[in-house]
């Protein structure tokens, strides 16, 4: 009560709503007026900003999380009176006409799109210490993630605006939501590099906030161990991403301006792009309010199963059921086995890569009813089985793919199946635990996601007629991985397989042992029989023809173990290095035509 005469009328408020709420053991440590002033004000000052940064406010915090703690005690089922049934989406099978004509059908919508990436999470299961977008997405280029998906969403805009003719203006915006543990790191990252190429303004940075933690049962806050003039705070979980393109405006914004789709996509998914053009035109083409990309998903992966959910009352909903719900949902719904693999080697449940394309027309009214609040829920870990008390504080969390719960029946929620090899190939398990994963299970590894950019670039390259050699299996940091040709590309040489076909003519061959780059979008291959290394750089403008043979002792795999620390980081939590005996490597930087025949 003494100390009310140091707040601002704001504080007091606030004050009153926390003591309303139940919260007076913040207040019992607190010590006479006169001393730890500047403490108590900046505990309001983060009390107000978390009051602000939550839909709804602290109270509203507050009460969900009494209800959903009273929930969790009791035990209560979030799926009670919903059965789990094999939905059914779009099937695609890359290459095929369908594929293709979706893929025209996606770039030449993309002029209307805006991208937002989720990178506020420290990637712990990974255990990197720097953050996740700055790795590389494959170390035969040095490309890191971030680059790779800045320079996709350009060659996008490129296609985009080339099929309107090419009198368009579009700039297709992205948005990165970062944390306090990611923000400043990944603006350096942007800034050292120029932003890969995106006019800056294009980049917009939004930053999550932490949510209270949670002492017990009562929802009582937290306060920060070392400091009793401060509240403990976790990450909320990506589901945040709605409420701050809501808060911010940015939604609106785009809305405003003629935009019609958002695509959101996770940190480290090295393939992703090549999953985009079809999956914005399966969007387009079925008008879908909500369209989630999935792969076919190995029973226990650790991805969510996407599910037809029919209740009692006849409501259904297709939706994410995370991988630690799955299992025990299928068992109290009359699968005794759970979450097993069917005949197909799969789940029959499509895996969740949290790659969401939203209409941005209905995705922006839903969000001015409920400011971008998505279902929470919470995951305390009890002393004992009387659930009466917490081992360490917890707090409310949302997933972004959670978003449609809400959504009334007639909104139209779709999904899309694609190839893994095509679409999928995240970076989020350590070398240890990725060494673990039962066999025939993805390992989501460093390892496995620089080898599913190779065996990608080279499936599609068979695919468009080259005679791509088989790969050979090696083991790295534990994991046996297959080895295709290191072939990459830089996006603006093809997004789409058309492009890809258009650029490959006559009969062209790639051994085992090969490592081709290709960073330049004119470039065309025409009887060219490679074994070794080749790394061709072009400028726009330069066409470049490749053809004959060419072979040199090219770049050897070496073997390195996680363990050793005398190797960086990014290149030990792979489990291999490139060694470049040799390589032919030519580098165009004037306009014209050109022809490499060696
Ligand atoms: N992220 C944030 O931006 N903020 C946060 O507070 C937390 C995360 P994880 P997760 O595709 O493999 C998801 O930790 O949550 C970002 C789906 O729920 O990598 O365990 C973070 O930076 C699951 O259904 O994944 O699992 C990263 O970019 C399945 O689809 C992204 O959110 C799984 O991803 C995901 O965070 C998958």
Same mark, same amino acid.
């Given at each position: 009560?003494?100390?009310?005469?140091?707040?601002? #009328?704001?504080?007091?408020?606030?004050?009153?709503?926390?003591?309303?709420? =139940?919260?007076?053991?913040?207040?019992? /440590?607190?010590?006479?007026?006169?001393?730890?002033?500047?403490?108590?004000?900046?505990?309001?000052?983060?009390?107000?900003?978390?009051?602000?940064?939550?839909?709804? %406010?602290?109270?509203?915090?507050?009460?969900?999380?009494? &209800?959903?703690?009273?929930? !969790?005690?009791?035990?209560?089922?979030?799926?009670?009176?919903?059965?789990?049934?094999?939905?059914?989406?779009?099937?695609?099978?890359? =290459?095929?006409?369908?594929?293709?004509?979706?893929?025209?059908?996606?770039?030449?919508?993309?002029?209307?799109?805006?991208?937002?990436?989720?990178?506020?999470?420290?990637?712990?299961?990974? %255990?990197?210490?720097?953050?996740?977008?700055?790795?590389?997405?494959?170390?035969?280029?040095?490309?890191?993630?971030?680059?790779?998906?800045?320079?996709?969403?350009?060659?996008?805009? &490129?296609?985009?605006? $080339?099929?309107?003719?090419?009198?368009?203006?579009?700039?297709?915006?992205?948005?990165?939501?970062?944390?306090?543990?990611?923000?400043?790191?990944? +603006?350096?990252?942007?800034?050292?590099?120029?932003?890969?190429?995106?006019?800056?303004?294009?980049?917009?940075?939004?930053?999550?906030?932490? *949510?209270?933690?949670?002492?017990?049962? @009562?929802?009582?806050?937290?306060?920060?161990?070392?400091?009793?003039?401060?509240?403990?705070?976790?990450?909320?979980?990506?589901?945040?991403?709605?409420?701050?393109?809501?808060? $911010?405006?940015?939604?609106? *914004?785009? /809305?405003?301006? %003629?935009?019609?789709?958002?695509?959101?996509?996770?940190?480290?998914?090295?393939?992703?792009?090549?999953?985009?053009?079809?999956?914005?035109?399966?969007?387009?083409?079925?008008?879908?309010?909500?369209?989630? +990309?999935?792969?076919?998903?190995?029973?226990? &992966?650790?991805?969510?199963?996407?599910?037809?959910?029919?209740?009692?009352? =006849?409501?259904?909903?297709?939706?994410?059921? @995370?991988?630690?719900?799955?299992?025990?949902?299928?068992?109290?719904?009359?699968?005794?086995?759970?979450?097993?693999?069917?005949?197909?080697?799969?789940?029959?449940?499509?895996?969740?890569?949290?790659?969401?394309?939203?209409?941005?027309?209905?995705?922006?009214?839903?969000?001015?009813?409920?400011?971008?609040?998505?279902?929470?829920?919470?995951?305390?870990?009890?002393?004992?089985?009387?659930?009466?008390?917490?081992?360490?504080?917890?707090?409310?969390?949302?997933?972004?793919?959670?978003?449609?719960?809400?959504?009334?029946?007639?909104?139209?929620?779709?999904?899309? *199946?694609?190839?893994?090899?095509?679409?999928?190939?995240?970076?989020?398990?350590?070398?240890?635990?990725?060494?673990?994963?039962?066999?025939?299970?993805?390992?989501?590894?460093?390892?496995?996601?620089?080898?599913?950019?190779?065996?990608?670039?080279?499936?599609?390259?068979?695919?468009?007629?080259?005679?791509?050699?088989? #790969?050979?299996?090696?083991?790295?940091?534990?994991?046996? *991985?297959?080895?295709?040709?290191?072939?990459?590309?830089?996006?603006?040489?093809?997004?789409?397989?058309?492009?890809?076909?258009?650029?490959?003519?006559?009969?062209?061959?790639?051994?085992?042992?090969?490592?081709?780059?290709?960073?330049?979008?004119?470039?065309?291959?025409?009887?060219?029989?490679?074994?070794?290394?080749?790394?061709?750089?072009?400028?726009?403008?330069?066409?470049?023809?490749?053809?004959?043979?060419?072979?040199?002792? %090219?770049? !050897?795999?070496?073997?390195?173990?996680?363990?050793?620390?005398?190797?960086? &980081?990014?290149?030990?939590?792979?489990?291999?290095?490139?060694?470049?005996?040799?390589? +032919?490597?030519?580098?165009?930087?004037?306009?014209?035509?050109?022809?490499?025949?060696?």
């Amino acid at each position: 009560q003494e100390n009310l005469s140091l707040l601002s #009328p704001q504080q007091v408020e606030l004050a009153k709503m926390l003591l309303e709420m =139940g919260q007076t053991h913040l207040f019992q /440590h607190w010590s006479e007026p006169g001393v730890d002033d500047d403490e108590k004000r900046a505990f309001f000052d983060q009390i107000a900003k978390l009051n602000s940064s939550y839909p709804g %406010g602290l109270s509203a915090y507050i009460n969900t999380a009494r &209800e959903l703690l009273a929930d !969790s005690k009791t035990g209560k089922n979030p799926y009670d009176g919903f059965s789990p049934s094999v939905p059914s989406g779009e099937v695609l099978t890359y =290459g095929d006409d369908n594929f293709v004509q979706f893929e025209e059908a996606g770039i030449k919508e993309a002029r209307k799109a805006a991208f937002v990436l989720v990178a506020g999470g420290l990637g712990e299961r990974l %255990g990197y210490k720097g953050i996740k977008v700055a790795l590389p997405r494959e170390t035969t280029t040095g490309t890191c993630f971030l680059q790779h998906y800045i320079e996709s969403i350009l060659a996008l805009q &490129e296609a985009s605006c $080339s099929l309107a003719g090419g009198d368009c203006q579009a700039e297709i915006p992205l948005a990165i939501m970062t944390s306090d543990d990611t923000h400043l790191r990944t +603006l350096e990252l942007l800034q050292k590099n120029s932003f890969f190429g995106m006019k800056p303004t294009q980049v917009k940075l939004l930053k999550q906030e932490k *949510v209270v933690c949670l002492d017990d049962n @009562e929802a009582h806050l937290a306060l920060d161990p070392h400091n009793k003039y401060k509240i403990q705070t976790k990450p909320h979980g990506h589901g945040d991403v709605h409420s701050l393109l809501y808060s $911010s405006g940015l939604l609106k *914004v785009w /809305h405003d301006a %003629g935009l019609r789709w958002v695509l959101f996509f996770q940190d480290t998914n090295g393939l992703l792009f090549k999953a985009i053009p079809a999956a914005l035109g399966v969007s387009a083409t079925k008008q879908y309010h909500v369209n989630s +990309l999935t792969v076919p998903r190995k029973a226990k &992966e650790a991805i969510g199963g996407i599910t037809k959910l029919t209740h009692k009352d =006849g409501r259904t909903m297709v939706i994410n059921v @995370e991988y630690n719900q799955l299992d025990p949902l299928l068992r109290a719904s009359g699968y005794p086995d759970g979450d097993v693999n069917s005949e197909t080697g799969y789940s029959p449940f499509p895996g969740n890569i949290n790659q969401l394309i939203f209409e941005i027309g209905p995705y922006l009214e839903e969000l001015t009813k409920t400011g971008g609040a998505i279902k929470e829920f919470v995951n305390p870990k009890y002393k004992d089985a009387t659930k009466t008390a917490f081992k360490s504080s917890t707090r409310l969390e949302c997933m972004m793919q959670d978003y449609p719960k809400t959504l009334p029946p007639s909104a139209r929620v779709g999904f899309t *199946v694609m190839d893994a090899w095509l679409a999928y190939a995240p970076v989020k398990n350590n070398p240890e635990d990725a060494a673990k994963v039962p066999k025939g299970n993805p390992y989501h590894s460093a390892t496995s996601g620089e080898m599913a950019i190779y065996r990608s670039h080279s499936l599609i390259l068979r695919k468009a007629g080259v005679k791509v050699e088989d #790969p050979v299996i090696q083991v790295f940091n534990g994991q046996e *991985v297959e080895v295709w040709s290191r072939v990459v590309w830089k996006p603006k040489w093809a997004l789409t397989f058309s492009e890809v076909k258009s650029k490959v003519s006559g009969n062209c061959s790639i051994s085992q042992r090969s490592t081709m780059a290709i960073k330049g979008s004119n470039i065309a291959l025409e009887d060219l029989s490679l074994d070794g290394a080749l790394i061709l750089e072009a400028v726009d403008g330069a066409e470049v023809k490749v053809g004959g043979s060419v072979q040199n002792k %090219g770049w !050897s795999i070496e073997n390195v173990d996680y363990k050793d620390t005398s190797i960086p &980081e990014e290149i030990r939590i792979r489990g291999f290095r490139f060694n470049k005996v040799e390589q +032919l490597e030519k580098t165009y930087t004037e306009p014209g035509k050109y022809s490499l025949t060696p």
